[in-house]
């Protein structure tokens, strides 16, 4: 069983930053493909972004790309969200999610979940 342990959640302002992060235990880190989706109030769960097992390919909605970075890193066990330019349309519940396949942008690919974290953006 993978467990996922989110943290860096909080309060941002327009056009600042925030960093979250993933903890993955219970199976080899460099096994997993993960994604972060989001979740708006009132709003469907949505893909934000992924990054391969490796950690060389990535993907990501239009509506972070250039201002997100996802990344991981192999040593800590920790996948981030570098969150740049923020905006108040990127308030909402951040997930962690992983899969021991090929990353991909469909939550229901995702079978490991964290328990979320809130991410709210001031104007």
């Known amino acids: 069983q993978v467990q996922l342990v989110e943290s860096g959640g909080g309060l941002g302002q327009a056009g600042g930053s925030l960093r979250l992060a993933c903890q993955a235990s219970g199976r080899t880190f460099g096994s997993l493909a993960m994604a972060w989706f989001r979740q708006a109030p009132g709003k469907e769960r949505e893909f934000a972004a992924a990054v391969s097992r490796a950690g060389g390919n990535t993907a990501y909605a239009d509506s972070v790309k250039g201002r997100f970075t996802i990344s991981r890193d192999s040593d800590k066990n920790t996948m981030y969200l570098q969150m740049n330019s923020l905006k108040p349309e990127d308030t909402a519940v951040y997930y962690c999610?992983?899969?021991?396949?090929?990353?991909?942008?469909?939550?229901?690919?995702?079978?490991?979940w964290g328990q979320g974290t809130q991410v709210t953006v001031s104007s």
């Open positions: 999610a992983a899969r021991s396949s090929w990353y991909s942008g469909d939550l229901d690919d995702y079978p490991y």
